[in-house]
Nanobody, 119 residues
Framework: QVQLQESGPGLVKPSQTLSLTCIVS????????YRWIRQPPGKGLEWIGS???????YYRPSLKSRSSIYWDTSKNQFTLQLSSVTPEDTAVYYC?????????????WGQGTQVTVSS
């Protein structure tokens, strides 16, 4: 059974860097694509980026300059860093195991973690 669990700070101040980690159990992260997705309040799901099993990383164009996703294979986890955050980055952040069907398609999801950007 594949399980994903996000962790990170619930509150981040504007201009700081947000760092979220997704711990994966039940399978190696190197065998699949993994994604970060968020849902701002009152809006739909928004794909942030993906790490593929081939080692490539893709980002949402509007977030590319501020985003970094990387693996720690020794801990079977992957991390999202989002720099220079603003209140518009307030959202529930999810990690998921990617499947074909679109950049936001996942068959397993974490429960999500609320991140609020506020001073």
């Amino acid at each position: 059974q594949v399980q994903l669990q996000e962790s990170g700070p619930g509150l981040v101040k504007p201009s700081q860097t947000l760092s979220l980690t997704c711990i994966v159990s039940g399978g190696s992260i190197t065998m699949h694509t993994y994604r970060w997705i968020r849902q701002p309040p009152g809006k739909g799901l928004e794909w942030i980026g993906s790490n593929t099993r081939s080692g490539n990383t893709y980002y949402r164009p509007s977030l590319k300059s501020r985003s970094s996703i990387y693996w720690d294979t020794s801990k079977n986890q992957f991390t999202l860093q989002l720099s220079s955050v603003t209140p518009e980055d307030t959202a529930v952040y999810y990690c998921g195991r990617g499947v074909s069907g679109g950049m936001g398609s996942c068959d397993y999801w974490g429960q999500g973690t609320q991140v609020t950007v506020s001073s």
